[in-house]
């Protein structure tokens, strides 16, 4: 191996030099990679292959920020001036209580920068080196200059690599350059005059760019932010991370804001009126203002976003982008590939027709047509057998292999095991008959064909959909020579196949003397001899009838879109129960070539079955379902899916057999390829959206509840209610906690029963204005009808009873919104342990406040008599049983959540 030593950063000439000069500078051999020392040792000198993510925080940073709000200042600000003329104690407390407040919001900002952090690591992208003359898949970020990394169709571009070897590599370079026509690749040296731009250095591949077509190997140059994609984001910065929920929060926070400091002003001017302290009229209006202006709520959300997310990963729901984890529960529809994640992928051949002769794997081979269409079906196929299988070749001819044996695409696997059922052994076959030469598969001409030597020339065998390949046989293949083929009755016998759920190649040759020029693809694809159909079964996986049926009774209708026959996928789709009726619609990719826009839109709304279908049609499926207003997740795992999926709402990816380039494009990552993941993903979307919209309605109305006590007081003639402390501490404490623990809320019952939220609707629909307002008018009545009682009685405490009132009335409505219709009852106390947890703990503090004599000066309260503490939990009650009232009439009118123990509704008619 070369010793000398890499450049230790990057290269930004690699372009102008010989590439084999180039890997000699790297110290590496291009034919067997670093070895696995050196490659530690360079990600030592080097550091990770990653980008600066500019929007991570430092944790002093996110400290800082805490102190930033404004209101907090002038809370600082009016205390310290109290402090020099008057109480230190109150200065001193309401400095604890800010710092305090301060770190539960560090707290919660750092908790939601790692969850996030850890959902991107599992995010990050893989890439395929060569180390010590061995093929790895390595994390991307562990790439170090000097390697050399292998790239095919799909991949993402791990880092600058100078290409070394290519086979029609084409790369989509438009990420980088903005340029949307992809550039075919070389790897020859270029001048330095023809390669000033980026878009010129055809013989580059830059990170952070797609690899659409073809294969390469090439040599790191240049890893993280020393790349050209590296230095394009030290310019640009880091983008914006909100999602359009908190920036909706944001705003309103901003008006809220504004109509808080109004009545705070009011507060304060009546107060001076009536002749109390302006200094302690300021802070009470000040604390106020602080405790109702909810400057925390879409930091929370994020928050419940973040955690919420890491919680999918459980249920191998990758989120990609926090703002689907709320746009999640909109879903009005899925549009689901058929292969791998309707059905299990584990595919095996069930029969093989040839010249009208079924054969079973099993059974004795019954003639030469049979067996040579077996050889077609082993030889024009790129399955391998793992390494310890051939190990022991003897053996493994003798002993049938299974599926765990295989590796590559399972439909090529189901055929290499096939043929070894008759007898013929892959490994062998290749060998005798090498590949000199091939026309890959791709889902758009939906064959290949491989060319093989044999005795006396080449033989091409082609393999494929039996509409893409029977139009290009003329004859049935013998022994003897050619037969007559009729096409038709073929065609119409994969059909009946088809309509089996039967999965249906057609396999076919044709002999060659000498190797065909290959560009002229009709040429060499075309007079082919017919051997056989052989049909594969690919079973519909277990969970997802059950997954689609909870679809359904959710409002969200399931379509299946894929790339085979009509008949096939209507056979799956009924078995599933995505349509009710064997003879549903189905629409075909010719079929949809066929209609304009408008025909589309209106056909959409009718057909759940889609076959045939190019993955560059998704992308009009798609839009015209959201045309119709829909709100549409599709799956996707293709190269050319990524655009289907980059415009659907939610895009989802395939998070094992998908490409890199369909995930980049996605939202969402399925850990486990599984649709029943989509629909649970849903499920945990609309959770989370519901316990979001629990958080809001608890802040809001304990804000509201605070704002009404104070601000109805002095017009009821009471003297003020509370002191800047207890407002504080109301703030962080009570409406801290057991706001939080609302995150845990388990899913509601029924929740997968009611239609999906419009994605439009607001945060506060539903009522909740109306809670907010009401129920908090109910909380600061109740404080001032104690307050007034007790002053009218003579009692001495009052204060310290308006107090106790307010904490435990919210302590009692958190637990009655735990459900928005649910009586508490139902629930079970225990169903959310956080939360009841919180709420003892809130109200141990606050009998602290009350009955711990060292408190008593601080927070200004005397202990309460028994009698007096049963008043305030009895005021607390009454906000209970109004909350639960409340939920029993919204049952009432909403039929649909009182009939949610009730089986699921029957399916919607599939036409
Ligand atoms: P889905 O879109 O649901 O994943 P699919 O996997 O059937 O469906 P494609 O992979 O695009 O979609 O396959 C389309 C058709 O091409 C298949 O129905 C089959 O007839 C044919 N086909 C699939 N794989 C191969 C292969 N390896 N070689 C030859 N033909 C194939």
Known sequence: ?????????????????????????????????????????????????????????????????????????????????????????????????????ALIG????????????????????????????????VPAGTLVPGDIVLLEAGNQIPADLRLIEIAQLQVDESALTGESVTVAKQTGTLAAQDASALGDRVNMAFKGTTATHGRARGLVVAIGMHTELGKVARLLGGEDRSTPLQRRLAAFGKRLALAVLGICAVVFVVGVLRGESPLLMALTAISLAVAA??????????????????????????????????????????????????????MHAELLLARGVRWTPGDALPGAVHR?????????????????????????????TTLADWQGDPTETALALAARAGGLDKAALDAENPRVQE?????????????????????????GAPESVLPRCTAQWTPEGRAPLDNAALLAQAGQLAAQGLRVLALARRGHARLPDTNALDAVESELELLGLIALIDPPRPEAQAAVRDCISAGITPV?????????????????????????PVLTGADLARLDAATLQQRVEQVRIYARVDPAQKIRIVEALQARGHFVAMTGDGVNDAPALKRADIGVAMGR??????????????????????????????????????????????????IWTIFLAPLLLLPIPLLPIHILWVNLVTDGLPGLALAA?????????????????????????????????????????VQAWALSTGNAHWQTMVFTVLTLAQMAHVMAIRSESEPLWRLGLGSNRPLLGAVLLTFLLQMATIYVPALNPIFKTEPLGLADLAVCLGAALVVYVAVELEKAWRRKRLPTTAAMDEPPPPARPGA
């Not at 299946?560 to 549903?584: E, F, S």
Request: glycine share 8%; proline share 4%.
């Open 1 to 101: 191996m070369a010793t000398e030593t890499p450049p230790t950063t990057a290269v930004h000439d690699a372009h102008l030099r010989d590439a084999q000069e180039l890997a000699q500078a790297h110290g590496v051999d291009p034919g067997t990679g670093l070895h696995a020392d050196e490659a530690t040792r360079r990600a030592a000198r080097h550091g990770a292959n990653e980008l600066q993510d500019p929007a991570r925080r430092s944790p002093l940073a996110l400290l800082a920020e805490q102190f930033k709000d404004f209101m907090v200042l002038v809370l600082l600000g009016a205390a310290v001036v109290s402090g020099l003329v008057g109480d230190l104690t109150d200065t001193l407390v309401i400095l604890v209580i800010v710092v305090l407040n």
């Open 106 to 137: 560090f707290t919660q900002a750092w908790r939601a920068d790692q969850a996030l952090a850890a959902l991107r690591q599992l995010a990050a992208a893989h890439a395929t080196v060569l180390r010590g003359g061995e093929v790895q898949v």
């Open 293 to 346: 202006i909810p400057e925390a709520m879409p930091a929370v959300v994020t928050v419940l976003l973040a955690l919420g997310a890491r919680r999918m990963v459980a249920i191998n729901a990758l989120v990609r982008r926090l703002p689907s984890v709320e746009t999640l529960g909109s879903v009005t529809t899925i549009c689901s590939d058929k292969t791998g994640t309707l059905t299990q992928n584990r």
């Open 372 to 400: 040579e269409a077996l050889r077609a079906a082993a030889l024009c196929n790129d399955a391998t057998r793992h390494s310890h299988a051939d190990g022991d070749d003897m053996e493994a001819t003798a002993t049938p």
């Open 439 to 463: 026309q890959p598969f791709d889902s758009d001409r939906k064959r290949m064909t491989t060319f093989h030597r044999v005795a006396g020339g080449f033989v091409a065998y082609t393999k």
């Open 560 to 584: 299946m879109i894929t790339g085979d026959h009509p008949a096939t996928a209507r056979a799956i789709a009924h078995r599933l129960g995505i349509v009710d009726t064997p003879d549903a």
């Open 657 to 706: 057999g998908g490409t890199d380039v369909a995930r980049e494009a996605s939202s969402l990552v399925l850990l486990d390829d599984n649709f029943a993941t989509i629909v649970a993903a849903v499920k945990e979307g609309r959770r989370i959206y519901d316990n979001i919209r629990k958080f809001v309605r608890y802040t809001m109305t304990s804000n509201s509840g605070e």
């Open 745 to 785: 809320e388990p899913a509601e019952r029924g929740i997968m029963r009611r239609q999906p939220r419009a994605p439009t609707e607001s945060m506060f629909a539903g009522g909740m204005w109306q809670h907010i307002l009401g129920i908090g008018l109910l909380i600061g009545g109740l404080c001032l009808a």
